[in-house]
């Protein structure tokens, strides 16, 4: 669906129509997705925090990813979804990372590859992925696969010379062939005048109400860790603290024998096996 979906993208741009997007990474996320009615999913690397319980993007693999795009793209057949190359796939050869691409992009079935930076390689990765027909949206500002190399997480842009590199990186990215950018943690104003440089769309996160679209982790969004939550995010919805209710219900209804209860297990074999054993046709199990 990607050569219906990417365009539309730019028309939205074009149209000034915000642009929506979430992280998905299985079957109920990206139904959520889905049925929110967001332009695009990303199965970003940041499942390596919010999966994985990781303190950065880095430790996450190629096959994980692979593993977790497939799970979406399986459940939002008619989305565009978008496959995160994770840390040590690009950047080191233009070669490995096309290989590295196209080996996303094909077991995945994916509509697109996201990749971070805009430096030499990434630039003849995009052009040539491009050319092979592999859609390549860019990711600029803040990058989280190099937190370790620049000291931490801090709002990029901020300075006239880190100003004049962004947008001289997200016009670079534009020329080979990017789709769109993701800016992350980039002042607002120099977020803003990249987004009136850009013909592609950038979608935002952290970097203020003036990019073409805004991007957020679906956990951040949904409140599903209790633990943290970060200064650009916002809960739109309280999961962990329904979700802990619940499993509480659950736990006390064990412990005072009400849970299961009439109707909720078989007292009455419906169809009895060779062995004796009932059939309790759709059942769940564990």
Same mark, same amino acid.
């Given at each position: ?20 997007? @979430? ?15 967001? *332009? ?11 999966? =994985? ?8 693999? $190629? ?11 399986? +459940? $939002? ?10 840390? &040590? ?5 233009? *070669? ?6 196209? +080996? ?6 994916? &509509? %697109? ?5 805009? *430096?030499?390689?990434?630039? *003849? ?15 600029? #500002? @803040?990058?989280? =696969? ?7 997480? /801090? ?12 947008? %001289? ?8 062939? +990017? ?28 970097? &203020? ?12 969004? $949904? ?5 943290? @939550? ?8 309280? $999961? ?7 499993? /509480?219900?659950?736990?006390? +209804? ?8 009439? &109707? ?7 169809? %009895?096996?060779?062995? #004796? ?10």
């Amino acid at each position: 669906m990607a050569e219906f979906k990417i365009p539309e993208l730019r028309r939205k741009k074009e149209r000034g129509e915000p642009i929506v997007s @979430l992280t998905a990474y299985d079957l109920f996320t990206a139904h959520l997705a889905r049925d929110a009615g967001v *332009d695009f999913v990303l199965v970003g690397d940041s499942m390596a925090n919010v999966i =994985q319980g990781h303190s950065t993007t880095v430790p996450v693999s $190629l096959e994980e990813v692979i593993y977790h795009t497939r799970i979406v793209v399986r +459940a $939002l057949p008619d989305m565009l979804v978008i496959g995160d190359m994770p840390f &040590g796939t690009f950047k080191v050869s233009a *070669d490995e990372t096309v290989h590295n691409a196209l +080996a996303l992009f094909k077991e995945t079935g994916c &509509g %697109a590859v996201k990749m971070e930076g805009a *430096d030499e390689s990434n630039l *003849d990765a995009i052009a040539r992925l491009k050319r092979i027909g592999v859609p390549v949206m860019g990711h600029l #500002g @803040l990058l989280p =696969q190099r937190v370790h190399a620049t000291g931490g997480y /801090r709002i990029q842009g901020r300075t006239e010379k880190s100003r004049q590199r962004l947008l %001289a990186e997200a016009l670079a990215l534009q020329d080979a062939g +990017a789709f769109a950018v993701v800016l992350e943690c980039v002042e607002s104003r120099c977020a803003e005048a990249i987004t009136r440089a850009l013909k592609v769309p950038t979608i935002g996160i952290g970097s &203020g109400p003036h990019t073409d679209g805004q991007i957020l982790v679906i956990h951040d969004a $949904l409140g599903m860790h209790a633990e943290y @939550l970060p200064s650009f995010a916002r809960h739109f919805a309280q $999961l962990y603290t329904e979700g802990l209710k619940g499993v /509480r219900e659950y736990a006390d +209804a064990v412990r005072a024998h009400t849970f299961p209860g009439p &109707g909720e297990y078989t007292m009455v074999p419906q169809k %009895a096996g060779a062995d #004796g054993e009932s059939d309790n046709e759709g059942a769940q199990t564990a």
